[in-house]
C-alpha cells in the first residue's frame, strides 16, 4: 500500500516538467489523489508520534517511581495526582497506566528510540520500526491486556497482517483466537476465515473448550458445550464445590407471557439455594449480568421452597475486568458471582510453526 503512494506520488511530482493542458476531470482526480496520499501520511505520522509520545512518558513515570525525589509525598495516588497537576485533555490516570505497562511491555521500543541493534535473539519478538509503524496506540492498550508476551506476539503479527481495527482485535482476543489456533488441525484457515467473512463470523457462535472437561482438544458452540457439561456431569460438579445437585438445563421460564431458558440449574444441598449458571463464550458484558440478574429474581419468587435459601447466579465467562464487574454488581440485592472458565492451553509447537510460515511469507 505504502509502496503504491509513493508510486503514485512520484507519477503526479513529474507533471510539473509538463505543461499540458488539463480537463476538468484530470484536474479533480490529481486534487483528490494529492489529498488522500497526503491525509493518509499525516494520519499515519501522528499514530506513530503518538505511540512514541506515550511510550517516553512511560519511562518518565516509571524513572520518577524507582528514583524520584519527592516519591513518597504522592505514592499510590500518582497517577492521579499527575492528571490534576497536567490538566490536559486526553492525558488523564487511565492514559499514564497504559503508558507504564507500554514502558515495561515492550524494551525494543527503547533500543529502537536509542538507535541500538536489537539485542534479543527471539525471533517471536515484533521489532519496534513493525510495532510503531502499524498498530495504533490504541491496538497496542488492546494487546496490553494480554499477560503472556507469546500470546501478544501472535495478536500483534495478525492483527498488523489482517489489518484489524481496534474493535476486531478486541473481538478476536475476546473470542480466544490465540487458544482456537492452538488447539485447530488448521490454524491458518481458521485465522484467514476470519478475515475473508468477518461478518459471517459475527453471526457465529464462537467455538471453545473447558479444560476441567478432561478431553481431547475439540472445540464446541454454545449448544455442543452444554451437551458435554452434561456427559461429563460428575467432573463439573465438581468443579464449584461440594454439595451440588443437577436440576435442569435450559429450564423454561414465563416471563410477561414471554419464554426464557436458564442455561444450567443446580441445587446446592449445603447451602439450601438454586443456583443458576449461565454460560457466555464471550468477555464479560453488563447486559449478561441483567439477564442473570432477572432469572435470580424469578426463581426467587417463582422457585423457591420452605427452608430454601435465596437463589444464586453465577455468569461464567471467556474474560472479565475487574471494574466493569465491580459497577455492574453495585446495588443488586440478588447473590450474583462473575468468574471466567479456562480453555484448554494450545499447543505452542503449532503456533511457533504458524507464526514463524506467516513471517516467512512475509518477508518474500
Not at 7 to 29: A, R, Y
Not at 83 to 101: A, H, M, P, S, Y
Amino acid at each position: 500500500m505504502e509502496d503504491w503512494k509513493e508510486d503514485k506520488l512520484q507519477e503526479i511530482s513529474k507533471n510539473l516538467e509538463k505543461k499540458e493542458v488539463l480537463s476538468f476531470d484530470e484536474l479533480s482526480v490529481c486534487v483528490k489523489d494529492l489529498h488522500s496520499i497526503a491525509y493518509s501520511s499525516t494520519v499515519k505520522a501522528i499514530n506513530r508520534f503518538v505511540t512514541i509520545r506515550n511510550f517516553l512518558i512511560g519511562f518518565y513515570i516509571v524513572e520518577y517511581e524507582q528514583n524520584g525525589k519527592d516519591r513518597a509525598t504522592y505514592g499510590e495516588k500518582l497517577l492521579k495526582k499527575l492528571e490534576e497537576k497536567v490538566k490536559t485533555k486526553g492525558l488523564n490516570e487511565t492514559l499514564f497506566k497504559n503508558c507504564r505497562k507500554f514502558y515495561l511491555n515492550y524494551p525494543q521500543v527503547k533500543d529502537f528510540l536509542l538507535q541500538k541493534s536489537p539485542t534479543a535473539s527471539d525471533e517471536f519478538i515484533t521489532t519496534a520500526e513493525k510495532l510503531i509503524s502499524n498498530l495504533s496506540f490504541s491496538h497496542i492498550v488492546e494487546i496490553l491486556t494480554i499477560d503472556d508476551k507469546f500470546e501478544r506476539f501472535f495478536y500483534e503479527t495478525e492483527c498488523i497482517k489482517c489489518c484489524w481495527s481496534v474493535k476486531e482485535l478486541r473481538r478476536q482476543i475476546s473470542t480466544n483466537l490465540f487458544l482456537r489456533s492452538g488447539i485447530s488441525d488448521n490454524p491458518q484457515k481458521l485465522v484467514s476465515q476470519t478475515v475473508q467473512d468477518n461478518a459471517q463470523m459475527l453471526g457465529i457462535k464462537e467455538p471453545f473448550t473447558f479444560e476441567f472437561l478432561g478431553l481431547n482438544p475439540k472445540t464446541f458452540n454454545e449448544n455442543e458445550l452444554e451437551n458435554a457439561l452434561i456427559d461429563h456431569l460428575q467432573d463439573f460438579l465438581l468443579e464449584p464445590g461440594k454439595g451440588f445437585c443437577f436440576e435442569a438445563r435450559q429450564k423454561r421460564m414465563i416471563i410477561d407471557d414471554e419464554y426464557y431458558y436458564a442455561d444450567l440449574v443446580f441445587y446446592n444441598r449445603i447451602l439450601h439455594c438454586s443456583v443458576i449458571i449461565e454460560l457466555k463464550d464471550d468477555e464479560f458484558k453488563h447486559e449478561n449480568l441483567g439477564q442473570l440478574n432477572a432469572y435470580v429474581s424469578y426463581f426467587k419468587e417463582n422457585e423457591m421452597n420452605a427452608g430454601d435459601n435465596p437463589p444464586v447466579g453465577i455468569l461464567l465467562c471467556t474474560k472479565k475486568g475487574k471494574k466493569m464487574v465491580e459497577y455492574a454488581l453495585a446495588g443488586m440485592d440478588n447473590n450474583l458471582f462473575v468468574s471466567t472458565y479456562k480453555l484448554t492451553l494450545p499447543d505452542t509447537k503449532v503456533l511457533e510453526e504458524f507464526l514463524l510460515k506467516e513471517l516467512n511469507a512475509e518477508n518474500v
